[in-house]
């Protein structure tokens, strides 16, 4: 009897050892050190980066950057300056410079030549008789710059030409921000709403 008594407990402790066992190999899976399967990420984690690069983020070309030095330039050159209008010329030595026009409290109109890298008042004259384009400043919520900045991020690697404020055919008050593919010898006339920063269409310029 106490033979089989022997057996019975013998029989009873390989089984737990066996279940010690399973549960080990069960647990070493969830924790991923030596597991071989995917892991789902829980509910609500943000995705993996996929290599791409965010809306908005495109690296801007070197005449854009420049283009919105030249602005911020004319602005702080000119009593309450706004620029308006700006458009990328030769210069008296033959090197490309930025023709800008700036308002000033909303009245004068300075023009300004600033240089090709947008840090450096080149001349600058008041012309005393304003253009009508500085009435058209009252409407503006969206600065020149951060126009440029939006038909940039549309036209992604185009350099800038120019831009000029304007009032469409139905009165609204726009930027017109002109961009071209380098080497290309028409570009893109991209058109925002000067008050809300809204797209309202692109077009072919010479």
Known sequence: M???????????AAAAMLGLSACADSDSGKEGGGATGTHSPSPGAPASPTGTAPTGTAELTASVRN?????DTADRDVPGGQSFDLERESGAEGGPVWDVKTASNGKDQYNLTVSEDGTKVVNKRQDMTPDDD??????????????????????????????????DASGTTVWQVNTVKPGAQSGTETIIDARSGKLIGDKTSD
């Open 2 to 12: 106490r033979q089989n008594t022997t057996k019975y407990t013998l029989v009873i």
């Open 67 to 71: 283009a919105i030095k030249a602005l």
């Open 134 to 167: 500085v009435a058209k400043l009252k409407d503006v919520q969206i600065s020149a710059q951060e126009a440029v900045k939006l038909a940039a991020g549309r036209r992604h690697g185009e350099d800038l030409k120019s831009m000029e404020i304007d009032r």
